[in-house]
């Protein structure tokens, strides 16, 4: 893995380079941290793609706020992340630029496991998705190219990846973190996502961007204090709930066996945990499917080719450029989103589609107020139904129905705008990680992480053994003789 | 609501009942320093394309800010209107690909505007006389905010379309006023009230000729007692006039299309003012689905008043509306009410000085200057200064003829230092802007009043002496007519610099000698 060897030593230059300008003061907590941002935050100066023709070749003449707070911390940009175009997809396998590979395709752990199906075959064929749509900075993250990484998460973007590559994922409650500079995908579920390998550092990054931005009006107004997770060693204050619609049809037998587990382990250590019901969470998926389309109908209107991105050559009239414009820009998932989006918000269907969804999200995010008020904590779930498949195996089904498939456990977050993280729990039988997502209540991260990373310690999630990496440096990444948690 | 058409109407024979129903969208153009969610500024024929933030581009991963002096100008403007002040309101997203959009869709308010169910009163004169006004109301449906569009101008030699974004996201109220009109002189009688409003308010400075207050009409004729008819859209109206003229040409067009038993076409028309007459629009082919949906990146717009004012609000983020109320300045319907009380002028005279700009000040200024009474000052300023700038298309900030130099001359008829007449032909000396005082232009032509009562005693004998026949007529009893001619004797031996009334009174004293 020759390029993963180059952009580490880089990031070690980089790191060097970060400091020396800033000799004597450091400009906060994250100064010279190499960090990656996923393509659909705006930078200035440096373009953003979303991994859409459209955007090929913009430059973005501002920054994000979430990128302008890592950088006024000192924070050294290593470069973007690849995704799935415009966030849309949940194997980050649909950008312009190809296909995220997970590293832990090529690491000993899975290598060990995999059985080549002939000896001809060739060793790279059946190499894993890393999930997405915030593929790349899940990647970037698990494969040490950076410490921490920018995703979004609008039914699951940024846990998802999480979960298969073997890192931290944080998807904050909805107006916690501005969205100025986030390329919208749906702009009532959006939210900037955090990407990281312990909880401890998710809690400080999460601690340089949150808080209210007067450029994003959907930011509480509230003060917003940065905070150290303590370390937790009594979880019998805790009331975990274990909702059990989220034993969707498709988990794998695994996961379900891992978080049976896992709650044992909080029952064994004093918790209370108890069963409940989320009973509207299997109408999810097809509330999401509304009024998802039907917003990126809405936030997609914007690209005619007029201001800015790319633009056909096709001149015989306005409209008929805007349309080659569009067809040109945008791939079949893209496009296909957008016709199911203006379908729903065509005046004779909007009662129908448009406000009964509103209305069955509104009961979706009644379901998680009234657990919560029953005494519940927090919830433990999977995140999901698998561990990472085959690339070859993933693209046979097209993208709606991936979708449709991945995003029940994580998405029910995004309706309600609640808290949730991806913890890395264990690896699979076939040597790849598997997570479990904790959900917590509205702006109560502290509370969540503080759990999340009692949680983490408990499981000793081993490293990822990338095979290259290890033979150039002997002693910096020790074989982690774990009792690991599987 | 049938509005019976109840006087003959002006160009036609009153032969079909056919009963005329106008009503109106009006754009007014909120003056702010701003736009309505970003913060470039808002200026009239600046360089193109040099007030565009990245939101107003629409570049992507921007989102809105909502302005608060806007909300103030229409929080406002709903008051003035008598309109119900909506606590919350919402904004929505109204989709259709145009050049001049540059999101692909307006942010507005169409489910829950910012203010509704006003009303406004404005009054017309009958017949042309100034001296009978009636006073009519117009409801408003509603306010609602939302963004200007930016300008392309179409070059067809070039084949090209030119793309200007100043205007884009301007904010704008729009104001919606229900089909209550029945004509074009009570449509433009309606929309001048609307606009004096809102320029004493400072909401919008609603210039027409720049774009800043624009109307569309909807007009329908329908026979009374029937459904309205199918209306038509009137747009691209440049003036009040025009508006008049466009509404009127409509209604005409319509019932004369509907008497030769033709229908009425649901469709959006142009009015060309060169021709005079409306065409039909070819940009709406059929109708538009502009798929609303609400505008996830704006929570709804709180407003409070003094009652709900929660306790540890920041007087920066919140907008109180009984505190705006406190703040409106008089109203036009007001400024006339108090003009008739505090000068005793009549209500169309009142009506006339506020219409025109700075017509009010000039008179208040000309009372304060001289002795004369403001009833009969009224008659100068509305009859001889306003028909002079009318004649010469003068606005009364380039008359030549200041509030002091018009007082100057007053007190001088005022004090009988001269006669009306005279002080006609001083004015029309004055018009000349030569930098003369009334009492310069006396001398030199020589226009006092003749004040030697012996001088004009002996002219007035002269005068009856010259005229036996008419004194024998006096006597047989033909007074008024005889004593009229013998006055007029007197003005022309006098040059009229005599006093008609000293003259009148003077002759008879003689006569019954």
């Given at each position: ?292 389309t039907a917003e990126v109908a809405s936030n997609m209107a914007r690209f005619d080719g007029l201001e800015y991105g790319h633009r056909s050559d096709m001149n015989k009239s306005t409209e008929s450029m805007y349309a ?25 269907n909007y009662e129908n589609y448009f406000i009964k969804a509103q209305k069955v999200r509104r009961l979706i995010a009644n379901d998680f107020v009234k657990v919560f008020r029953s005494g519940v904590d927090i919830l ?107 | ?151 392309s101008l179409h070059d067809d030699t070039r084949s090209q379309t030119l793309v200007d974004l100043n205007r884009a996201g301007v904010g704008l109220m729009e104001v919606v006023m229900e089909p209550d009109m029945c ?331």
């Amino acid at each position: 893995m020759k390029k993963t060897l180059y952009v580490a030593h880089f990031a070690l230059i980089a790191v060097v380079f970060a400091i020396i300008p800033n000799a004597g003061q450091p400009l906060g907590v994250l100064d010279g941290i190499p960090i990656a941002v996923k393509d659909n935050f705006s930078t200035a100066g440096i373009e953003t793609t979303c991994a859409s023709n459209m955007l090929k070749g913009y430059v973005s003449p501002y920054n994000a706020t979430v990128v302008q707070k890592l950088l006024d911390q000192g924070a050294v940009l290593l470069g973007k992340t690849n995704l799935d175009e415009f966030a849309m997809g949940s194997g980050s396998t649909d950008g312009v630029f190809g296909p995220v590979r997970n590293p832990w395709s090529y690491s000993r752990q899975y290598k060990e496991k995999s059985v080549p199906k002939s000896h001809s075959e060739d060793k790279d064929a059946n190499w894993v998705i890393t999930g997405g749509s915030s593929g790349g900075s899940a990647a970037a993250v698990s494969s040490f190219t950076c410490f921490a990484a920018l995703g979004s998460d609008t039914g699951g973007s940024t846990r998802n990846p999480a979960a298969h590559c073997g890192v931290v994922g944080l998807k904050p409650t909805y107006g916690l973190i501005s969205r100025h500079g986030l390329i919208p995908l749906v702009n009532s579920m959006d939210v900037p996502g955090i990407l990281t390998r312990c909880v401890d550092d998710a809690a400080v990054v999460l601690g340089s961007l949150a808080g209210h931005d007067p450029k994003d009006s959907t930011t509480i107004q509230d003060n917003f204090k940065p905070f150290e997770l303590p370390n937790l060693t009594d979880v019998s204050k805790f009331s975990i709930g274990i909702p059990k619609e989220y034993h969707a049809p498709g988990l794998s037998n695994e996961i379900l066996a891992l978080w049976s587990k896992a709650a044992d382990l909080f029952k064994n250590a004093g918790a209370k945990v108890i069963e409940v019901s989320l009973p509207h969470t299997r109408y999810s998926i097809v509330c999401y499917h509304v009024l998802c389309t039907a917003e990126v109908a809405s936030n997609m209107a914007r690209f005619d080719g007029l201001e800015y991105g790319h633009r056909s050559d096709m001149n015989k009239s306005t409209e008929s450029m805007y349309a080659a414009t569009r067809r040109e820009g945008f791939n079949d998932v893209v496009r296909g989103r957008i016709l199911s989006g203006n379908y729903f918000l065509l005046k004779q269907n909007y009662e129908n589609y448009f406000i009964k969804a509103q209305k069955v999200r509104r009961l979706i995010a009644n379901d998680f107020v009234k657990v919560f008020r029953s005494g519940v904590d927090i919830l433990l779930t999977p995140t999901t139904l698998n561990d990472a498949v085959p690339y070859m195996e993933f693209i046979k089904e097209d993208n709606r129905t991936r979708s449709t498939q991945d995003d029940i456990l994580t998405q029910a977050a995004n309706m309600a705008g609640l808290p949730a993280i991806n913890v890395p729990t264990a690896l699979s039988e076939r040597g790849l990680p598997v997570g479990l997502q904790f959900i917590g209540r509205s702006f109560q991260e502290k509370q969540l992480l503080t759990v999340a990373k009692w949680f983490e310690k408990q499981v000793k999630f081993p490293m990822i053994q990338l095979e290259e990496v290890k033979r150039h440096d002997h002693g910096v990444f020790q074989h982690q003789k774990s009792a690991s948690f599987s | 609501k049938v509005t019976f058409f109840s006087r003959p109407y002006k160009g036609y024979e009153f032969i079909a009942p056919w009963v005329p129903v106008v009503g109106l969208e009006i754009h007014a153009q909120i003056s702010s320093n701003s736009k309505l969610f970003s913060g470039s500024q808002v200026q009239f024929a600046a360089p193109p394309n040099s007030l565009v933030s990245f939101f107003d581009a629409s570049l992507p991963g921007t989102l809105p800010v909502l302005n608060r002096r806007c909300v103030e100008a229409a929080v406002m403007t709903g008051l003035a209107l008598n309109c119900s002040i909506n606590k919350k309101s919402l904004f929505d997203r109204k989709h259709y690909f145009y050049a001049d959009l540059p999101a692909g869709y307006q942010i507005t308010q169409q489910r829950v505007p910012i203010a509704v169910n006003g009303r406004l009163s404005y009054s017309l004169c009958i017949d042309n006389k100034m001296s009978q006004m009636v006073t009519k109301t117009v409801r408003i449906k509603q306010i609602q905010l939302e963004q200007d569009s930016g300008k392309s101008l179409h070059d067809d030699t070039r084949s090209q379309t030119l793309v200007d974004l100043n205007r884009a996201g301007v904010g704008l109220m729009e104001v919606v006023m229900e089909p209550d009109m029945c004509c074009g002189e009570e449509a433009a009688a309606a929309v001048r009230e609307l606009q004096l409003i809102l320029q004493t308010l400072g909401s919008s400075q609603a210039v027409m000729a720049e774009g800043q207050l624009r109307v569309d009409a909807n007009v329908s004729v329908h026979h009374p007692g029937e459904p309205y008819g199918v209306r038509t859209e009137v747009k691209n109206i440049n003036s009040i006039r025009f508006l008049a003229k466009a509404v009127d040409y409509e209604i005409q067009r319509q019932t004369e299309e509907l008497e030769n038993g033709g229908t009425i076409l649901n469709e959006t028309r142009a009015f060309d003012s060169k021709l005079g007459c409306t065409v039909p629009m070819r940009d709406k082919e059929g109708k538009q689905d502009y798929r609303f949906m609400p505008e996830p990146n704006l929570p709804p717009l709180i407003l409070y008043d003094a009652k709900y004012l929660p306790a540890n609000t920041n007087h920066q983020q919140v907008v109180n509306i009984d505190w705006i109320h406190e703040r409106l300045p008089d109203l036009p319907s007001v400024k006339r009410a108090k003009l008739v009380e505090q000068y005793g002028i009549l209500p169309e005279h009142s009506f006339t000085l506020l219409n025109e700009d700075g017509l009010t000040e000039f008179f208040e200024n000309v009372v304060k200057q001289t002795q004369m009474k403001p009833k009969k000052v009224i008659g100068w300023v509305l009859n001889d200064l306003l028909s002079y700038l009318k004649q010469h298309s003068l606005t009364v900030k380039e008359s030549p003829v200041s509030p002091f130099l018009l007082a100057d001359l007053l007190n001088l008829l005022e004090k009988k230092e001269i006669s009306s007449t005279a002080a006609k032909q001083v004015l029309a000396e004055l018009w000349k802007g030569e930098g003369k005082t009334a009492l310069e232009i006396v001398k030199e032509k020589e226009l006092e009043l003749i004040q030697d009562q012996k001088e004009l005693e002996q002219i007035c004998q002269a005068v009856i002496d010259g005229q036996e026949n008419e004194v024998i007529m006096m006597v047989l009893g033909r007074n008024q007519k005889v004593l009229n001619k013998l006055i007029g004797l007197v003005q022309r031996e006098t040059q009229g610099r005599s006093n008609p009334v000293l003259v009148k009174q003077l002759l008879e004293k003689k006569l019954s000698e």
